[in-house]
T-cell receptor
Framework: GENVEQHPSTLSVQEGDSAVIKCTYS??????FPWYKQELGKGPQLIID?????GEKKDQRIAVTLNKTAKHFSLHITETQPEDSAVYFC?????????????FGTGTKLQVIP | EAGVAQSPRYKIIEKRQSVAFWCNPI?????LYWYQQILGQGPKLLIQ????????DSQLPKDRFSAERLKGVDSTLKIQPAKLEDSAVYLC????????????????FGPGTRLLVL
């Protein structure tokens, strides 16, 4: 099955700095890569996603890059704000038996220091 | 649009007891997922329904866990009997179609049920 590794497990940045979270996946059949933000006591919320036919996608302060050859994708948050503090999960999704199967990374706890 | 609803939000039971969780997905969402999230880890898929049929339950511990989705809408997840290692957050998610096939494939998560087994 698919295996998704995520680094770092914790990340502290000063407000206004950038944060980068990296993930690798093992199965080249994965074709969809969402990123989720999970705040304390809440369920994960999709913040950005990218498909395998695209190398980069940006939405305001958030961007995701994908390197299919290296099986590597990253989340970039610029001009971080205290409200960006949360746990971030990457995921990889592939077709399996006619349905998409999603595998999550282990999470990165981001702390933005005011 | 109302989100995914889950109840109860918290549950404390003793080992070997039974417990059930309920999920009401977003209206019209055909796909429903149950995930187990152990503290400090990412969500792990337990079972995935397409309408009222199971499409993936490969990681569901079937000797103690069961789930059903009657009429393709609400779903319940049951644990009987519970073990200490079942302490976790149980997340329900739904999507219009299976994710990855387009915007409608986005998974929307509920707030989760926090289970503590003593």
């Amino acid at each position: 099955g698919e295996n998704v590794e995520q680094h770092p497990s914790t990340l502290s940045v000063q407000e206004g700095d950038s944060a980068v979270i990296k993930c690798t996946y093992s199965d080249s059949a994965s074709n969809y890569f969402p990123w989720y933000k999970q705040e304390l006591g809440k369920g994960p919320q999709l913040i950005i996603d990218i498909r395998s036919n695209v190398g980069e996608k940006k939405d305001q302060r958030i961007a995701v890059t994908l390197n299919k050859t290296a099986k590597h994708f990253s989340l970039h948050i610029t001009e971080t704000q205290p409200e960006d503090s949360a746990v971030y999960f990457c995921a990889a999704s592939m077709n399996s038996g006619g349905y998409q199967k999603v595998t999550f990374g282990t999470g990165t706890k981001l702390q933005v220091i005011p | 649009e109302a989100g995914v609803a889950q109840s109860p939000r918290y549950k404390i039971i003793e080992k070997r007891q039974s417990v059930a969780f309920w999920c009401n997905p977003i209206s019209g969402h055909a796909t429903l997922y149950w995930y187990q999230q152990i503290l400090g880890q990412g969500p792990k898929l337990l079972i995935q329904f397409q309408n009222n049929g199971v499409v993936d339950d490969s990681q569901l511990p079937k000797d103690r866990f069961s789930a059903e989705r009657l009429k393709g809408v609400d779903s319940t997840l049951k644990i009987q009997p519970a073990k200490l290692e079942d302490s976790a957050v149980y997340l329900c998610a739904s999507s219009l179609v299976s994710p990855g096939t387009g915007f409608r494939g986005t998974q929307y998560f509920g707030p989760g049920t926090r289970l503590l087994v003593l």
